[in-house]
């Protein structure tokens, strides 16, 4: 019985390691450049966009807990401290905001009525053409801001404190041209889901 035993137990992970072997068909390739693909595989491929998504979920958790400290939802934060940080460079419009977060105008429109409508900022009509509409931060919008500064600091200070400055600068550059990209990849399957439906 014992020897039973024994046998038993030698055999089990030869057994397991034989069953993790087994033969998987392969998974059709997500992108088929050379550069994205190690070994043939797109492996990394997937875990670097996945990474993508992770680091997205995670930002995104951020955003909504700095927007709660000062009583307004994600968006409408993200809204507010690009107009604060635009207006350090000039006049800032619904255009100038829209192009900045890669957003329609009608959605930002929107989003600054409602932070109008809260006091979070003013519009006033432009001096050099009245159908244009200069939007600037109101005094409760700054001291909104100033007040979510301390934490903000900490919090961006940990969320970025893997990267060096070489890497951050690297980074920065990257992520443009992914932008960039990205946006022809969503007219291209706009344009192939099209033709799909055409069929």
Known sequence: MA????????????????????ARAPLPLTTSRPELLVGGRDKEFRHLVHSLFGFAAHHERIRAGHA????????EYTVLISIAHLSQDGDVNVKTVADHLYLSGAFITAVTGRLLARGFIEK??????RRRVTLTVSEKGRAALERLAPIQRQVNDVEFGALT?????????????????????VALQNYLLAQRETR
């Open 124 to 129: 006033k009509a432009d001096a050099g053409d």
């Open 3 to 22: 020897r039973d035993a024994l046998k038993l137990a030698k055999t089990a992970p030869a057994n397991g390691r034989h069953k993790s072997r087994v």
């Open 68 to 75: 709660k400290v000062i009583g307004l939802a994600g968006i």
């Open 165 to 185: 400055r070489e890497e951050f600068m690297a980074l920065r550059g990257i992520l443009d041209r992914l932008i960039e990209s990205g946006a022809r990849a």
